[in-house]
Every structure is written in C-alpha cells, then in structure tokens.
C-alpha cells in the first residue's frame, strides 16, 4: 500500500454532498480540459472535445477520486484515471449514439457528436477518446507503482470489452423489438452496459492504491449495487421526466417498447428495488466508518437524482 494521506473524515450530518459534487465536478472539468490539446488534425481533436466537454455528471471520475482517497489515496494520483473513465464514458455515450445503434440526436443537452460532425468523424472520436484513455493512465500517473497500473489497465480493458460495455451492447441490440426478455437478460444487458464502467470506477481507485483484495471485492459489491440502482432510476427517468431536464431524448423505451425495470415491475416497485440496493451499497461500507461518508451520500445521490 502507498502510503499516503490519511482520507479526510466527515463526522455523520456533517457531509454537504451538493457542495463536494459542485468542487469535484470542477476539479475534473480542469482535468478534462488540460487533457486533450488542440492539435492538428483540428477536427478528430475538436470532435473529441465536443463531447468530452459537454457536460454531464462527472459520476465515474468522482467514483474514482471518492474511492482512491477512501483507501488512503489521492485526488491528484486518481486524476488520470479519473480522466480516462470519463474518456471511455464519453466514447461509448459517442457509439451508443450512432444511426447503427440507438440513433440519437441529442445528448447532454446538445446535438450528439455524429449530427454535427458527421457519422464518420464521430466513430473516430470514439476510437480516439477509447485509444487516448488507455495511454492517459499509464502516462500521466504518477507516484504508482507500474504493476498497479497494470491491473488498472487491465480492469478498464475487461470493463470495455464482451466481458462488460460490448457485450452488454450486443445483448441489448439483440433484444431490440422483443419487449418480452425476462430479468436475466434484463439484469445481463445492464450490468455490463452501465454496471462494469461503474464498478470499474470504483475498483481502479481503490487499486491505485495496492488495497487489499477484501476491499476490492467490497467496493465491487457496493459498485455493483449503485450500478442497478443507476439503471433502475434511469429507466424511471425515461418515463417521469423531460428531456429538458435530462438533456437526452425522453420516452425512448416505450416508443421502442423495449423491456426496463418500470415495465417489468411498475414504478413504485422500480423505487423500491433501487432505494433497497442503495441501502446494501451503503451498508457495505459501513466498516470504513464515517471515511466512507462521501461514497454513501454518492449511492444516496442515484436514487434521488432529477437527471
Ligand atoms: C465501441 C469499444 C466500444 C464500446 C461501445 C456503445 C457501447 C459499446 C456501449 C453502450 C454503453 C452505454 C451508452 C451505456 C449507457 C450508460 C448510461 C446509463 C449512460 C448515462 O450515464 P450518465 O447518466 O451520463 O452518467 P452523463 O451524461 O451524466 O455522464
């Protein structure tokens, strides 16, 4: 284990989430910012940054930094993977939006990459950004050992490929026009498609810092849980809100009658079901003591999301 800064405790009531978001969500957009230069060919780089620099929660890099410091680590060793997770977000967000797949016009509150750059130049914006974030983390951390890059590497490559982000796709393309799938494939389709970049958010934070494998696999199973939840609210999102307030097209699973976690269960059931995961989340981090703190209010945060 690095030996690091103690990880800053916030006694019980006296955690202001909105406040901690506001500050890492600007820490990273810096990040963001400083990471990918305006060069020549101008337009893959533009391209790059037009959705990289949308917008949007920052959750994975906050995930990252939260969990890095909760096992003794630092934000300024995270930042790097931090970045390269929300470069690997912000491809699959590029992909997900393409004519082959789900054919989107709009995302975090503007129109997706391939409507403004064309078809073309946004695959290769994704294949840039997927590239780019694998080279991010192995050259801009510092003061970690290479084998825990090595695992980090290799986690973020699991997380991308059939075994996570891919494989998830390719069942939910499947899928498409069968409302029916039962909550196997259901539960398949999205702990890969948004379940494994999520936990391999958390898990990367805690290995920069060599933790021991029993945290590793307990910061998995909370990861795992906020990683349904986030679906599961997801799914509600797309049915109660607007796109206004969401910044992405509204009301697409029912127009495309695809199966979801409302469809199957109802709404308040689907309630339920992610406040019930949010409070195992919480309740496997409760041996960290109040260090923990801010990854509890962060699992609090999914349920209680507008957007
Ligand atoms: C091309 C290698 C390669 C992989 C791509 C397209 C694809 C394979 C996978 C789709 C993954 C996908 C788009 C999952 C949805 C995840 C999800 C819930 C996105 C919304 O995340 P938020 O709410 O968005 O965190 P913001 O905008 O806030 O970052």
Redesign the pocket.
């Known amino acids: 284990m690095i030996s690091a800064d103690p990880p800053q405790v916030h006694p019980a009531g006296t955690f202001d989430l909105k406040a901690y978001l506001k500050e890492r969500q600007a820490l990273v957009e810096a990040a963001l910012e400083a990471s990918i230069p305006v060069a020549y060919p101008e337009k893959i780089y533009d391209a790059m940054r037009y959705s990289l620099m949308a917008g949007?929660?920052r959750?994975r890099p906050i995930l990252c930094l939260a969990t890095c410091e909760l096992m003794g680590g630092t934000v300024e060793m995270a930042m790097p993977t931090a970045c390269a997770l929300e470069m690997i977000?912000t491809?699959?967000?590029i992909?997900?939006d393409l004519p082959a797949?789900d054919n989107d016009d709009y995302r975090?509150g503007k129109p997706t990459n391939h409507k403004v750059y064309g078809e073309d130049i946004a695959i290769l914006a994704?294949d840039g950004l997927?590239a780019y974030a694998f080279e991010y983390v192995v050259e801009q951390t510092k003061n970690v050992p290479a084998e825990y890059l090595l695992k980090i590497v290799a986690r973020l490559g699991h997380a991308?490929a059939a075994t996570g982000?891919?494989g998830?796709?390719v069942v939910d393309l499947e899928c498409e026009g069968q409302p029916d799938i039962g909550l196997e494939t259901l539960h398949f389709i999205h702990s890969h498609?948004?379940g494994a970049l999520l936990e391999a958010s958390v898990v990367s934070g805690a290995l920069l810092t060599g933790a021991h494998e029993s945290d590793v696999a307990r910061l998995s199973r909370y990861a795992a849980n906020i990683g349904l939840a986030?679906?599961i609210v997801?799914d509600i999102l797309d049915i109660t809100s607007t796109r206004d307030v969401l910044g992405k097209t509204v009301g697409k699973d029912v127009a495309a009658q695809k199966m979801t976690y409302p469809r199957l269960w109802g709404l308040e059931k689907s309630r339920q079901e992610a406040e019930r995961l949010v409070a195992e989340a919480k309740a496997e981090l409760a041996v960290y003591g109040a260090a923990a703190v801010p990854l509890q209010a962060i699992a609090d945060y999914i349920t209680s999301r507008s957007h």
Do not use: A, I, N
Request: net charge positive; glycine share 14%; no cysteine.
């Open positions: 949007g929660k959750l977000h491809m699959s967000l992909h997900d797949m975090r994704g997927l991308v982000l891919v998830g796709q498609k948004t986030f679906q997801d």
